[in-house]
């Protein structure tokens, strides 16, 4: 609410706008209204100020004289994830930040890393003092205006010019439900939450159905029309026929049309070409590639550099592209080319390891800054790990040669430990079988249960898991057939509201679990390649500006796939975790604003069905 001032628009007074706050707290949160304190007396607010040297600006002051900041506990009040600090914490943590760095000036306020001037009056979103809301006191335009900072970032003015407004934007926030920094208030439970407002988005477009009809481009001077069979013919070679680095006599013949010169650019690489290598012992390499997540349409065979080109492309969609080939009785497999997104390492991945050692022993040799790792899987499970370091700590982007050297000492070990004896750049030299990766879904479980356990009762019924919902209170009340209900409605509406509910796969769970029967999840299932397949559209979506000469397609005809993502992973974990764990996980994933209310009209609903009490 505002008032005029000489046709000036002002906000009105704090003193006003604290009262239309507590009074609408008091109808709807009185949680929430308990947790601010008492106001602050003159005396105290005086000694704050002479102790950080500061005048305080009149809205601070009537703020404080209104509350003296909040006490923190269940239903606290917060503004965009920070609490209102008491007089104590505002000297104390005002006075932390001049201890970083010396106060310089810029010139440019906004420029200084931090300004003796600026009065830190919010706890952060940990509550301490590393992040949160200033208000500035240095003379000039900008006196008394709102400032955020932010761990790692540079502090900056909000759209806030003085703390009047800001609170007056509050009141306005809770009395019309009003966004306030994308946020709107939800009254639960007698305290106060913020929810994200979700903006409508229509249903995404696929970069892997424009990928596909696009077809793999090729390097400048080179053909690809022999090799357009070779993914069809895998099963057979997968199925006995000796493995081989280079295409066989059949595979040639059906090539002849790549009557081309191959062109090589010769140069020296500062640092020798060592990757991240996977063995597999008794595999072949098509075998291999399935067992990395490779999809078959993908195969056929590369040289390094059209494995680069063609991944660094729209047709890649940001999916990890590897390649592999034979040393004596092993396998072996290298990434060329990696998800842009995480950048990191698909063969790195416990999800991998476990597949490609199924029935089979699997080495993993990597160098990683100044440290080398082996690990050794069998049978699904690790069996062995070993690393060692250079002793020298590299700069960003350089490579040491005690690196490189150690790297090439492990290399040279798996000759004696393994029989396998590999020289990367001979090895990988030339064209090898190779793929797309549709990765696989992150395992929910650990192998090793005591580092990652599958979440418990109890993790599900503490009000911090559950963004402050007290699903405790409803899990002691009801049954576990209550429960299970309640928690499908919620999937239901989870499905909907994220834009799950037009895929068979996903449908089709839900009526399973309706039923009470099992859902098939596992490896290859339908429901595991639709969550792949989503997985790898949302991560498409972020390199989607890499590609603008050839798609006009826009990031915000692509946001769709990250609701669809965390959707279908609360899918996972409902049918992977126990009752109620899934049930939180489902909770966690809701984007709907009044998804509380939803919660508490659903169980009136199952509850009358069951003829259960609530």
């Known amino acids: 609410m505002v008032i005029n001032e000489d046709d000036r628009t002002v906000p009105q007074p704090v003193e006003e706008s604290w009262a ?37 600006c009149p809205d601070l002051v009537a703020s404080l004289q209104c509350h003296d900041g909040t006490d923190l506990g269940a239903g606290v009040l917060t503004l965009d994830r920070v609490t209102l600090a008491p007089l104590a914490d505002i000297v104390s943590n005002s006075l932390s930040r001049r201890d970083i760095g010396a106060d310089q000036d810029y010139g440019d306020e906004e420029l200084a890393h931090w300004r003796d001037e600026w009065v830190i009056f919010t706890r952060g979103v940990a509550w301490d003092s590393y992040d949160g809301r200033f208000i500035t006191h240095r003379d000039g335009e900008n006196y008394g205006r709102v400032g955020d900072f932010f761990t790692g970032d540079a502090p900056s003015f909000t759209e806030w010019g003085s703390l009047r407004a800001m609170l007056a934007d509050l009141a306005d926030a809770l009395e019309h439900r009003r966004p306030m920094r994308g946020e709107v208030p939800v009254a639960d439970d007698r305290a106060l939450h913020w929810e994200q407002i979700p903006k409508p988005i229509a249903d995404p477009i696929s970069l892997l159905d424009l990928a ?39 595979e ?65 969609a940001a999916r990890p592209m590897v390649r592999a080939g034979t040393c004596g009785a ?27 050692s199924a029935r089979s022993r699997a080495v993993l040799l990597y160098r990683q800054g100044n440290t080398v790792t082996r690990t050794v899987y069998a049978g ?7 690393q060692k370091w250079s002793g020298h700590s590299p700069a960003t982007g350089y490579v040491s040669e005690a690196e490189r050297a150690l790297y090439t000492a492990m290399m040279a070990e798996l000759r004696p430990d393994f029989g396998i004896d590999f020289a ?9 079988l190779s793929g797309l990766v549709l990765r696989f879904s992150d395992d929910l479980q650990d192998p090793d249960p005591e580092l990652d356990p599958v979440p418990d009762e109890e993790f599900a ?67 595991d390649l639709r969550t792949r397949r989503i997985e790898a559209e949302m991560r498409a979506s972020f390199t989607v500006d890499s590609h603008r000469e050839e798609t006009d397609v826009t990031l915000d005809e692509l946001r769709g796939w990250g609701n669809r993502y965390n959707g279908v992973e609360a899918l996972r974990r409902f049918i992977r975790y126990p009752l109620v764990a899934g049930g939180a996980a489902v909770l966690h994933a809701r984007t709907s604003p009044d998804w509380r209310r939803d919660v508490r009209a659903d169980l009136a609903a199952v509850c009358s069905e069951t003829h259960e009490t609530l």
Not at 213 to 237: D, F, I, M
């Open 424 to 432: 990367p750049a001979e090895a990988t030299r030339g064209e090898l």
């Open 20 to 56: 239309r706050i507590d009074s609408w707290l008091a109808r709807h949160a009185p949680k929430t209204l308990r947790s601010l304190r008492p106001p602050a007396n003159k005396e105290r607010i005086a000694e704050a100020e002479r102790t950080l040297d500061v005048t305080f």
């Open 330 to 356: 092993w396998s072996f497999v290298v990434q060329d080319a990696g998800d842009s997104w995480r950048n990191d390492s698909e063969l790195r991945r416990p999800e991998v390891l476990r597949r490609v």
């Open 252 to 316: 040639v013949s059906q090539t002849a049309s790549l009557s081309f010169a191959r062109i090589v650019y010769p140069q020296q690489d500062p640092v020798p070409y060592q990757p991240d290598v996977l063995f597999a012992e008794g595999v072949t390499p098509g075998d291999l590639l399935l067992r990395t997540g490779v999809r078959p349409e993908s195969l056929r065979a590369r040289d390094k550099e059209q494995a680069m080109f063609a991944a660094s492309r729209l047709w890649g």
């Open 380 to 386: 699904g499970q690790p069996v062995d790990r070993h």
């Open 461 to 527: 019924l503490d009000p911090e898991d559950t963004r402050g919902f007290d699903l405790g209170a409803i899990v002691v009340a009801n049954s576990d057939e209550v429960l299970r209900r309640l928690f499908l409605r919620q999937l239901r509406r989870l499905t909907t509201e994220s834009g799950l509910d037009g895929f068979p796969e996903v449908s089709g769970a839900l009526d399973r679990l309706d039923r009470g029967e099992p859902v098939a999840s596992g490896d290859e299932s339908p429901l």
């Open 212 to 250: 596909e009809r696009a077809g793999e481009p090729e390097r400048p001077g080179q053909s690809v029309s022999g090799h357009t069979s070779y993914g069809a013919r895998l099963q057979a070679a997968s199925d006995g026929e000796a493995p081989s680095n280079s295409t066989s006599d059949q």
